[in-house]
């Protein structure tokens, strides 16, 4: 049997960090895992309006990988493990992430930016009024426009396009939305954007590429969209639009103009369900899905390429923005 | 589009039924045990391994979930405690968590782990501070 005790005085490298705008209180044994998660570490610039505490052990003993992904969860506590060398524990209630990791796992960096930071955002974010919303972001000029849509509906590829298009990335798949005083901010965690085989018709760069299994077991593209693609990527913005990506079957693209019950409910119905022992957390996403439904909502129903769809959308940012200021 | 609220799968297997209930939350000598496993929540509710554990005043709240869709891969056991909360894990696909404070045992059973052992040694280990 290990037993592990996550001792203060026994993790002396400690750092704050800050993912998504959610300040991370780091403690860890292993110097070489906060000096990585430091340069994923992005800054707002802004005081982080709540945070977690990351404890990481890192067993120098093991040199066994990140495994198969295994998750659970019952009330205020979810459960991960990636093969049996690498575990954690996200107390919700607590705000806080514990964890036992291989050597080799603390220096594999895309883990940490593509999986844990990921999915610690997604566990504990509820709990600090951080909503991980099923959303692309984009944005143009200091306004931020989120793109839902069912998977399949091709939020990865429009986002791509559109980031060709004039727009800046923020993200593809998961946006993480924070409710300030003054408005709601949006939020990326520069994951790779997961784009399906099919994508590599539209997006000649892809040709030549290999294609991973992502952790949904999906076979994808998993590129860093800066260095693929040549774009430009905001961590944060203001969004000021939601639109609902459909495909349809005539040619040309059509907006329709949703009601806010509408956008509520389709919201709503894209956030993880939570147990009745968070009902904080609950209280608090419900505020913030109130000010995504407030947002000027369309329906975008396309047929076409994604880079058709991203110039009708760019046109029709334009015009809202002109909209703005007659 | 209509008001109705459709989740997501649950795949943390988070709301689980639990048909069978055994205890009151008013005896503090006793655990209140929920289970889908019928096994379990027999011999949970029939141990007395929580007795020297109650802090609260009211019974240990017990919640154990048999997950037949669980890995079953190895028998070392890891637990990891950071304060109230102690897990214990078997392999990856048993796991137990203690919280202290709010005086509740939590937890997954892979297939192949029978209530007896539970009883015997799991529960006991990970109770063991």
Request: aromatic share 8%; charged share 20%.
């Amino acid at each position: 049997m290990s037993s592990i005790s996550i001792d203060r005085a026994a993790l002396p490298y400690a750092m704050e960090l800050c993912f998504a705008g959610a300040a991370c209180y780091l403690r860890t044994n292993f110097s070489q895992l906060a000096v990585m998660l430091k340069g994923l570490s992005i800054s707002t610039g802004d005081a982080a309006p709540s945070g977690f505490d990351m404890h990481v052990v890192v067993d120098e003993s093991s040199e066994k990988g990140a495994g198969e992904p295994h998750f659970r969860g019952l009330h205020h506590v979810v459960m991960a493990s990636f093969g049996s060398s690498n575990v954690f524990v996200f107390d919700i209630l607590r705000r806080t992430l514990s964890g036992r990791v291989s050597e080799a796992t603390a220096r594999d960096s895309r883990f940490w930016k593509e999986k844990l930071i990921p999915i610690t955002l997604g566990v504990l974010g509820p709990a600090m009024g951080l909503v991980p919303v099923h959303c692309a972001c984009l944005e143009l000029h200091g306004d931020g426009l989120l793109i839902a849509g069912v998977s399949g509906a091709g939020k990865s590829t429009l986002s791509v396009a559109l980031s060709r298009s004039g727009f800046n990335y923020v993200s593809d798949d998961w946006t993480y939305l924070s409710q300030l005083d003054d408005g709601i901010v949006a939020h990326g965690t520069s994951s790779p954007v997961k784009l399906l085989p099919d994508a590599v018709e539209h997006f000649q760069v892809l040709r030549g590429r290999s294609l991973q299994i992502s952790m949904n077991g999906e076979l994808a593209y998993e590129e860093d969209i800066a260095e693929t693609f040549g774009v430009r990527i905001e961590t944060a913005c203001v969004p000021r639009w939601l639109i609902v990506l459909e495909r349809r079957q005539q040619a040309g693209a059509i907006f329709t103009p949703m009601t806010s019950t509408e956008a509520r409910s389709y919201v709503s119905s894209s956030v993880e369900r939570l147990p009745t022992q968070l009902q904080e957390a609950v209280a608090m996403r419900e505020k913030t899905i109130e000010s995504i439904a407030s947002l000027p909502c369309w329906h975008f129903q396309y047929s076409g390429t994604p880079q058709f769809a991203a110039k009708e959308l760019l046109e029709f940012a334009v015009r809202q923005k002109q909209e703005i200021f007659v | 589009m209509t008001e109705e609220r459709r989740w997501h799968p649950d795949l943390l297997r988070r709301f689980a039924s639990t048909p069978y209930v055994f205890g009151t939350r008013d005896c503090p000598n006793l655990p209140f045990v929920e289970s889908n496993d019928l096994a379990i929540a027999l011999s949970v509710s029939r141990s007395n391994i929580f007795r020297r554990q109650n802090n609260w005043g009211h019974a240990m709240l017990c919640k154990l979930i048999r997950d037949i869709s669980a890995p079953v891969d190895g028998s070392e056991i890891t637990l990891i405690s950071n304060g109230a909360l102690r897990v214990l894990f078997q392999g990856r696909g048993t796991i137990l968590i203690h919280d202290r404070e709010r005086s509740e045992l939590l937890g997954f059973i892979a297939p192949g782990i029978r209530a007896q052992d539970l009883v015997s040694s799991l529960i006991p280990a990970l109770l063991d501070e």
